[in-house]
């Protein structure tokens, strides 16, 4: 929509453009990186399921042919099917905080030694920790381990068992709906 057409108000937004950012989201932290570029949207939309389907198929694109492009210059391409992770799955280890500025590296390290599909691991940004995000997994990742190599500052990285980091996160979220007042009378 041209914004300076008149009665313009606000910014326009559909469903199907989150979507598509959030798959580009995925994409790229499934390859290591905190923020997404115009290629992992390119991705997202070649590889957004609609009915079985890439949504490129609908302008005649063939979606092989982005991808075979992509990667003749050099951008990684995620892969199509990752491997199932393994159920049931152990318990989980403990969480592993880390400045924010070292997420693209730590989520790097994560992926190359455990990729997204093999092992279930995760990563937030902390509620209680200011400008620090988190990583968890499976008791079998040396998810410490893996974070020191990642990142500069090792005394900026704090470990705590699983059951404290999810009570202090907890503690920390924002309430999603105000508390009713109490009923007077």
Excluded: C
Excluded at 136 to 149: F, K, L, N, T, Y
Excluded at 167 to 182: F, T
């Amino acid at each position: 929509m041209d914004r300076k057409q008149k009665g313009w108000k606000g910014t326009g937004s559909t469903p199907a453009y989150h979507l598509i950012l959030g798959w580009a989201q995925g994409i790229a932290i499934g390859l290591g990186t905190a923020d997404f570029t115009d290629e992992h949207v390119l991705l997202a939309i070649v590889y957004g399921d609609l009915g079985g389907e890439s949504q490129l198929v609908w302008y005649d694109i063939d979606p092989d042919e982005v991808v075979i492009g992509l990667r003749s210059r050099g951008i990684a391409i995620p892969i199509l099917a990752p491997p199932v992770a393994p159920v049931p799955f152990g318990p989980w280890g403990p969480w592993v905080y880390f400045p924010k500025a070292e997420f693209s590296a730590v989520t790097r390290e994560l992926a190359k030694r455990h990729p997204p599909g093999t092992v279930h691991w995760g990563t937030n940004s902390s509620k209680w920790k200011k400008d620090y995000w988190y990583v968890h997994g499976e008791d079998e990742i040396a998810m410490e381990e893996i974070v020191r190599s990642a990142v500069k500052d090792k005394d900026l990285i704090e470990v705590l068992p699983n059951e404290e980091a999810i009570e202090l996160e907890k503690a920390s979220a924002p309430r999603r709906y105000r508390p009713r007042p109490p009923a007077v009378g």
